[in-house]
C-alpha cells in the first residue's frame, strides 16, 4: 500500500481542510459553504470506495445541498441498496475529513483494518462508484474532486454527469439488482418510469386541462424533467409546463444561481405558505394544478390558488401519502383473499403529521398509521417492515415500498387473473406503482408522474382530492432551555417521559381543546425544546401552543423570558 499511501497523502496535502473547518457526517451526509468542501470530497471519494469494496457491490456519491442557497454544497454516499449510507459508517467519514494532512493515510487504513478491507488486493472488475452532481456552478468540480480520491486508493469512478440526487440512487440500485441491472443508467431511469406510468395512464381519460405548472426552483429537477417529459410517449404524456429551470448559458450563471431555492421551490411553498416566483401566473392561473420540486428533486407539493384572494391551498407530504394510500387501498380491495391474506400496508408518519390526515388513514381507509421519530431515515426503517409501506414528511419527501414478497405475488399470480378483470388490472396497476414510485428514496419527478396518473386513472380532481380531510389549524414554537438533553421522548418523539412533570401538563392543557394535540421534544442541534399543537380553530391552536411552551419553560429548564 506504499505507493497508494504516498497517491493518498499527496491528494490529501494538495487539498487541505479549511482552517478552523470542523466537518460532520449527518443524514443529509456533509454539507457546508462550498468554499471549504475541496477536502471532504478528495477524502469521501476514497472512503467510498472502500464501502464498495466492504459490500462488494457498487455505490453512490452525489455532490448536492439540496434545498440550500447555491453559495453551500455537499456530498453523500449511496449504500448498495440505493438507500443512504450505513449510519455506522457516518464515524468513519467524520474522522477522515477532520484527519491532519499528513494523517488521512494513516486514518484510511485504520478504518480498512477495521471492516477488513485490502486495498492493496486486486480490484473487482466489475465494482465501481457512480458520481453525480447537480447544477451548481461549483459542482463539476467538486465531483472531478471525489472522483480523484476514488481513484487515488485504486478505485473505478462512473460519472453518469448532471442528474437529480433520485436518479443517481436509483443507478445505485438497480445496478445492483440482476434483474434491473440495464435499467442503472440516466436513460434507464427514464425508460423505466416511461413503461410504468404508460401502463397505469394507458385506460385512463386524457390529462385534464388546465395544465400542470412545475417550479423546479432554477435546480437540476428541471432540466431532468425536461428531459424525461420528452422521452414519454406524446399519448401519455402530462400536459406540463416547466418554469424556474437554469438555462446553462454562462451568461446567465450567477444571476440563476442567486435564485436557487430563493423564494422558490417546495421548501418555500410549504414552510412559509407562499407562491414561488412565476407559479402561478395570476390571475389568470388562478385554480390551475401547481408544483413545487426542491434543488435536488427528491421532494415534492403540490397546490393552487383559491378564490378572489388567491389564497395558497396546500397538498403537502401528508396529502400526497392519504392519495398513494387510497389508491392502494383500492387496488388492494379488487384482489382476491388469497393474495392479500397477511398482507399489510402501511402509512408511516412522524409526530408532525396533521392529526386530520391520521385520523382519514385510521378511520377512513382503515390502515395502520404507525409513528416515527422525526427524519426519512426513522420513516424509511418503518416502511420497510410492511408489505407495502408509504412514508412522506410534510415538506413533500417521501415514497412507497413494496415488499419483494408481495411483489413476487403479484407476478406469479397474474397469468392465472385473465378470467377476473378487475383482480388482473389490480395487479397490473400495483406492479406498474412499483416500477414507477423510487424504492431507495423520495424523487419529486416520479412523485409527480405517481400522483398525475391516479388523478387520471381515477378521474380525480383537485377538490376530489382535497376533501379526503381539511387540516387542523396547527402551530410550531421554540424555547430556549439550559440543557435539552435533560429533556427524554418516547420513541415517537409524541410523549415526555422525563420530567414526568412536563408531560403531565401538556395532558392537561391538550384535554381542553377540542381536537387538540400537542407534544414537545429537544432540538436536534441547539439547546432549545420545539413544540408542536393543534387543535379545531386557528385561535386555539395558537393559544395552546403558547400554553404548552409555558409549561416547557416551567418544567425543563428554560431560560430569557417567560414565553406569553
Given at each position: 500500500?506504499?505507493?497508494?499511501?504516498?497517491?493518498?497523502?499527496?491528494?490529501?496535502?494538495?487539498?487541505p481542510r479549511?482552517q478552523?473547518?470542523v466537518y460532520?457526517?449527518?443524514?443529509?451526509?456533509?454539507r457546508?459553504?462550498a468554499e471549504?468542501?475541496?477536502?471532504?470530497f478528495?477524502r469521501?471519494?476514497?472512503?467510498?470506495?472502500?464501502r464498495?469494496?466492504?459490500?462488494?457491490?457498487?455505490?453512490?456519491?452525489?455532490v448536492t445541498?439540496?434545498?440550500?442557497?447555491?453559495?453551500?454544497n455537499g456530498?453523500k454516499?449511496v449504500?448498495?441498496?440505493g438507500?443512504?449510507l450505513?449510519?455506522s459508517w457516518?464515524?468513519?467519514?467524520?474522522?477522515?475529513?477532520?484527519?491532519?494532512?499528513?494523517?488521512?493515510?494513516d486514518?484510511l487504513e485504520?478504518i480498512?483494518n477495521?471492516i477488513g478491507?485490502?486495498?492493496?488486493?486486486?480490484?473487482?472488475?466489475d465494482i465501481?462508484?457512480?458520481v453525480?452532481w447537480?447544477?451548481?456552478?461549483h459542482?463539476?468540480?467538486?465531483?472531478?474532486?471525489?472522483?480523484?480520491?476514488?481513484?487515488?486508493?485504486?478505485?473505478?469512478?462512473?460519472r453518469?454527469?448532471?442528474?437529480?440526487?433520485?436518479i443517481?440512487?436509483?443507478?445505485?440500485?438497480s445496478?445492483?439488482?440482476?434483474?434491473?441491472?440495464e435499467?442503472?443508467?440516466?436513460?434507464?431511469y427514464?425508460?423505466?418510469?416511461?413503461?410504468?406510468?404508460?401502463?397505469?395512464?394507458?385506460?385512463a381519460?386524457?390529462?385534464?386541462?388546465?395544465?400542470?405548472?412545475?417550479?423546479a426552483?432554477?435546480?437540476?429537477?428541471?432540466p431532468?424533467f425536461?428531459?424525461?417529459l420528452a422521452s414519454l410517449?406524446?399519448?401519455v404524456?402530462p400536459k406540463?409546463?416547466?418554469r424556474?429551470?437554469p438555462?446553462?448559458?454562462?451568461?446567465?450563471?450567477?444571476?440563476?444561481?442567486?435564485?436557487?431555492?430563493n423564494?422558490?421551490?417546495a421548501?418555500?411553498?410549504?414552510?412559509?405558505?407562499?407562491?414561488?416566483?412565476q407559479?402561478?401566473?395570476l390571475?389568470d392561473?388562478?385554480?390551475?394544478?401547481?408544483c413545487?420540486?426542491?434543488?435536488?428533486a427528491?421532494?415534492?407539493?403540490?397546490?393552487r390558488?383559491?378564490?378572489?384572494?388567491?389564497?395558497l391551498?396546500?397538498?403537502d407530504?401528508?396529502?400526497?401519502?392519504?392519495?398513494?394510500?387510497?389508491?392502494?387501498?383500492?387496488?388492494?380491495?379488487a384482489?382476491?383473499?388469497?393474495?392479500?391474506?397477511g398482507?399489510?400496508?402501511?402509512?408511516?408518519q412522524?409526530?408532525y403529521?396533521?392529526?386530520?390526515s391520521?385520523e382519514?388513514?385510521?378511520?377512513k381507509?382503515?390502515?395502520?398509521a404507525?409513528?416515527?421519530?422525526?427524519?426519512?431515515?426513522?420513516l424509511?426503517?418503518?416502511?420497510?417492515?410492511?408489505?407495502?409501506?408509504?412514508?412522506?414528511?410534510?415538506?413533500?419527501?417521501?415514497?412507497?415500498?413494496?415488499?419483494r414478497e408481495f411483489?413476487?405475488?403479484?407476478?406469479?399470480?397474474?397469468?392465472?387473473?385473465e378470467?377476473?378483470?378487475?383482480?388482473?388490472a389490480?395487479?397490473e396497476?400495483?406492479?406498474?406503482?412499483?416500477?414507477?414510485?423510487?424504492?431507495?428514496?423520495?424523487?419529486?419527478?416520479a412523485?409527480?408522474?405517481?400522483?398525475?396518473a391516479?388523478?387520471?386513472?381515477?378521474?380525480m380532481s383537485l377538490?376530489?382530492?382535497?376533501g379526503f380531510?381539511?387540516?387542523l389549524?396547527?402551530?410550531?414554537l421554540?424555547?430556549?432551555?439550559a440543557?435539552?438533553t435533560a429533556?427524554?421522548?418516547s420513541?415517537d418523539?409524541?410523549r415526555?417521559?422525563?420530567?414526568?412533570?412536563?408531560q403531565?401538563?401538556?395532558?392537561?392543557?391538550v384535554?381542553?381543546?377540542?381536537?387538540g394535540?400537542?407534544f414537545?421534544?429537544p432540538?436536534g442541534t441547539?439547546?432549545?425544546?420545539?413544540v408542536?399543537?393543534?387543535?379545531?380553530?386557528?385561535?386555539a391552536?395558537d393559544?395552546?401552543?403558547?400554553?404548552?411552551?409555558?409549561?416547557?419553560f416551567?418544567?425543563?429548564?428554560?431560560?430569557?423570558?417567560?414565553p406569553n
Amino acid at each position: 500500500m506504499s505507493s497508494m499511501k504516498e497517491a493518498v497523502t499527496k491528494l490529501a496535502a494538495a487539498h487541505p481542510r479549511a482552517q478552523g473547518a470542523v466537518y460532520r457526517y449527518g443524514t443529509a451526509g456533509f454539507r457546508e459553504a462550498a468554499e471549504v468542501l475541496d477536502a471532504v470530497f478528495v477524502r469521501v471519494g476514497m472512503l467510498s470506495w472502500v464501502r464498495a469494496l466492504s459490500t462488494r457491490a457498487n455505490v453512490g456519491l452525489m455532490v448536492t445541498a439540496s434545498h440550500n442557497p447555491h453559495r453551500d454544497n455537499g456530498v453523500k454516499l449511496v449504500d448498495p441498496d440505493g438507500g443512504m449510507l450505513s449510519q455506522s459508517w457516518e464515524s468513519f467519514a467524520t474522522d477522515l475529513c477532520n484527519a491532519q494532512e499528513d494523517k488521512v493515510a494513516d486514518v484510511l487504513e485504520r478504518i480498512c483494518n477495521e471492516i477488513g478491507v485490502d486495498l492493496a488486493a486486486k480490484t473487482p472488475s466489475d465494482i465501481h462508484v457512480f458520481v453525480g452532481w447537480d447544477t451548481r456552478t461549483h459542482s463539476p468540480r467538486l465531483a472531478d474532486l471525489a472522483a480523484q480520491g476514488i481513484e487515488s486508493v485504486g478505485g473505478a469512478a462512473e460519472r453518469i454527469g448532471v442528474v437529480t440526487t433520485p436518479i443517481l440512487h436509483h443507478c445505485v440500485r438497480s445496478s445492483n439488482m440482476p434483474e434491473e441491472a440495464e435499467l442503472a443508467s440516466v436513460e434507464g431511469y427514464r425508460t423505466k418510469l416511461g413503461r410504468a406510468f404508460a401502463t397505469l395512464v394507458r385506460t385512463a381519460k386524457p390529462s385534464p386541462a388546465p395544465q400542470l405548472v412545475v417550479d423546479a426552483a432554477f435546480g437540476v429537477g428541471g432540466p431532468c424533467f425536461e428531459a424525461l417529459l420528452a422521452s414519454l410517449d406524446n399519448e401519455v404524456r402530462p400536459k406540463a409546463e416547466i418554469r424556474n429551470v437554469p438555462t446553462g448559458e454562462a451568461a446567465k450563471a450567477q444571476e440563476e444561481a442567486d435564485k436557487l431555492n430563493n423564494g422558490v421551490g417546495a421548501e418555500h411553498v410549504q414552510k412559509k405558505l407562499l407562491f414561488p416566483e412565476q407559479v402561478p401566473n395570476l390571475p389568470d392561473e388562478r385554480g390551475v394544478r401547481c408544483c413545487s420540486f426542491d434543488g435536488d428533486a427528491d421532494r415534492i407539493v403540490y397546490y393552487r390558488a383559491m378564490g378572489e384572494s388567491d389564497s395558497l391551498n396546500l397538498f403537502d407530504g401528508d396529502k400526497i401519502a392519504c392519495l398513494y394510500t387510497y389508491f392502494i387501498q383500492m387496488q388492494m380491495a379488487a384482489l382476491p383473499d388469497a393474495l392479500t391474506s397477511g398482507v399489510k400496508v402501511g402509512c408511516i408518519q412522524t409526530a408532525y403529521a396533521n392529526g386530520a390526515s391520521t385520523e382519514y388513514i385510521t378511520k377512513k381507509l382503515k390502515v395502520d398509521a404507525p409513528r416515527t421519530k422525526t427524519g426519512v431515515k426513522h420513516l424509511h426503517h418503518k416502511a420497510v417492515e410492511y408489505d407495502v409501506g408509504v412514508y412522506f414528511e410534510a415538506n413533500g419527501h417521501g415514497t412507497v415500498l413494496f415488499g419483494r414478497e408481495f411483489i413476487s405475488r403479484l407476478r406469479e399470480a397474474a397469468p392465472g387473473l385473465e378470467d377476473d378483470a378487475t383482480a388482473s388490472a389490480a395487479v397490473e396497476t400495483l406492479l406498474a406503482l412499483e416500477q414507477l414510485i423510487n424504492q431507495a428514496t423520495g424523487d419529486a419527478m416520479a412523485d409527480l408522474l405517481a400522483v398525475e396518473a391516479i388523478l387520471r386513472a381515477d378521474s380525480m380532481s383537485l377538490d376530489d382530492w382535497d376533501g379526503f380531510y381539511t387540516d387542523l389549524p396547527s402551530r410550531q414554537l421554540k424555547c430556549q432551555v439550559a440543557d435539552r438533553t435533560a429533556i427524554k421522548t418516547s420513541d415517537d418523539e409524541s410523549r415526555v417521559l422525563e420530567p414526568a412533570s412536563l408531560q403531565d401538563a401538556i395532558d392537561s392543557l391538550v384535554a381542553q381543546y377540542k381536537s387538540g394535540r400537542a407534544f414537545a421534544r429537544p432540538s436536534g442541534t441547539e439547546d432549545a425544546v420545539r413544540v408542536y399543537a393543534e387543535a379545531d380553530t386557528s385561535a386555539a391552536a395558537d393559544e395552546l401552543a403558547t400554553k404548552v411552551l409555558q409549561a416547557v419553560f416551567d418544567h425543563a429548564g428554560g431560560v430569557g423570558e417567560r414565553p406569553n
